[in-house]
């Protein structure tokens, strides 16, 4: 190393140069630590769905932005203080600089182990997995949004599809009460609609137990499947989820397997297959 008896204004621009280019990279890996932290949050989204997503921000991806913001916080600071002391010492006529950036090579340490790590995190998480039958059956059904609205696809038309509930609900001994033709009554008032039909069925046996304890639900009962096309003649059958119906009308908890006890998740499920 060689002695400097005065520094000039290349120096000081130089100094102030990799001051500013350390401070981008700062807040680079601050930014760029809040979308890590951030991205648990996605990947749960796509994994349970908007309807029933609720934010549990806690996770490895949390702590890997969390640890990178930190690092970031951590650059800004070391390099004013390496900024300082360079510039303290160029005043002072000191040595030139011939030596590694020892925080250059900590960061790049730290950000190839992050980058490890998040990537093995992403492996485990988005790897495929087998299910097994009643994994399916159980994804099969659409999660209950805040409306209390399930919609599932049918894999057959609307009248196939009200055919096999039909035979479902005779074996079951479950009484139909009315099958509404919301279509047909639009078509006879000379107006265009889709295939829809709504089906109203029950048993007085279980709903009557019910509205003695709480007479708000003979709004919603006897229970509905609507089965209904698309603009694209796709059918889906939507029905009210028993769960949103119990916590709509306060039923206590010993009433509340009456909902559940009618099996209306299953009979959309086996009409549909």
Known sequence: MADRSASGPSDYL???????AWIRTGLALMGFGFVVARFGLFLQALAIGPSSFQVRPYGPSFWFGTGLIMLGVAVNALCARNHIR???????????????????????????????ATAIYLASV????????????ERSVAPM????????????S???????????????????????DH?????????????????????????TPLM??????????????LVAEDAERKTWISYNSPAYLQARHHLPEELSHALSATGIDLLAAKAAR
């Open 14 to 20: 130089a100094a102030e140069r990799t001051f500013l």
């Open 86 to 116: 360079l510039v303290h010492e160029l005043e002072r006529g000191g040595p030139l600089v011939h030596r590694t950036s020892s925080m250059a090579v900590t960061v790049a340490v730290i950000l190839a182990a992050l980058g490890l």
């Open 126 to 137: 988005s790897g495929p997995r087998s299910l097994d039958p009643r994994v399916r059956k």
């Open 145 to 156: 949004p805040e409306s209390g609205v399930v919609t599932i696809p049918s894999n057959h």
């Open 158 to 180: 609307v009248e196939e599809t009200i055919d096999r509930i039909e035979r479902i609900l005779a074996e079951k001994g479950v009484k139909l009460f009315a099958i509404v």
């Open 183 to 207: 279509s047909g009554e639009a078509e006879k008032v000379g107006l265009r609609m889709p295939n829809t039909k709504l089906m109203i069925f029950g048993s007085p046996k279980a709903g």
């Open 212 to 225: 003695n304890k709480m007479p708000s639900i003979a709004i919603d009962l006897p229970l509905k499947l």
